[in-house]
T-cell receptor, first 110, second 118 residues
């Protein structure tokens, strides 16, 4: 069965501290992995996808197939990073939908 | 970037009535659209996958006769909640997937529709 697990409901850090949002997945095959972000009162938007291997807003995520993990990291958190973060996966077949984890609320305070 | 709109953004209805929610891809064609349901402070649960010109594929546990999905054009999908009951109150979010051009194969999300059934 396909599943995305985000073990932390809430992560509170101080500004300037490192951040790691955990994501583990279960999927038979090689899925695509994504991180989506939802700022307060805004729609869900793509933050990054594993195949792009890019850094967006200082965030990076590395796919570890051995540990089936796709943790999101940022070395120095900013207050504007406070949001809900969802890890998601999708099969590589055309037309398949994103399956989301339960999300982690990141709260960055000064 | 690609934009997905939903209408209405908020609807309140009486129990037993039907409600239609529209989802439009404004600047791209979407052969595939998805409908999700989100409970307060919880994740998005996939309800169904909608392909233009064909029947929607529903996820296990989602009643297809209660949640009618129509995807009659490449830019419009509708979700009709029939005979709504208070337990159907939720936040419904649609998503459209790009199929051609850049960005390729990316899902864009609508702002959601808050349904409250009294």
């Amino acid at each position: 069965a396909q599943r995305v697990t985000q073990p932390e409901k809430l992560l509170s850090v101080f500004k300037g501290a490192p951040v790691e949002l955990k994501c583990n997945y279960s999927y038979s095959g090689s899925p695509e992995l994504f991180w989506y972000v939802q700022y307060s009162r805004q729609r869900l938007q793509l933050l990054l996808r594993h195949i792009s291997r890019e850094s967006i807003k200082g965030f990076t995520a590395d796919l570890n197939k051995g540990e089936t993990s796709f943790h999101l990291k940022k070395p120095f958190a900013q207050e504007e990073d406070s949001a809900m973060y969802y890890c998601a996966l999708r099969g590589i077949q055309a037309g398949t939908a994103l399956i989301f984890g339960k999300g982690t609320t990141l709260s960055v305070s000064s | 970037g690609a934009v997905v709109s939903q209408h209405p953004s908020r609807v309140i209805c009486k129990s037993g009535t039907s409600v239609k929610i529209e989802c439009r891809s404004l600047d791209f064609q979407a052969t595939t659209m998805f409908w999700y349901r989100q409970f307060p402070k919880q994740s998005l649960m996939l309800m169904a996958t909608s392909n233009e010109g064909s029947k929607a594929t529903y996820e296990q546990g989602v009643e297809k006769d209660k949640f009618l999905i129509n995807h009659a054009s490449l830019t419009l999908s509708t979700l009709t909640v029939t005979s709504a009951h208070p337990e159907d109150s939720s936040f419904y979010i649609c998503s459209a997937r790009t199929s051609g051009g850049a960005p390729y194969n990316e899902q864009f999300f609508g702002p959601g529709t808050r349904l409250t059934v009294l």
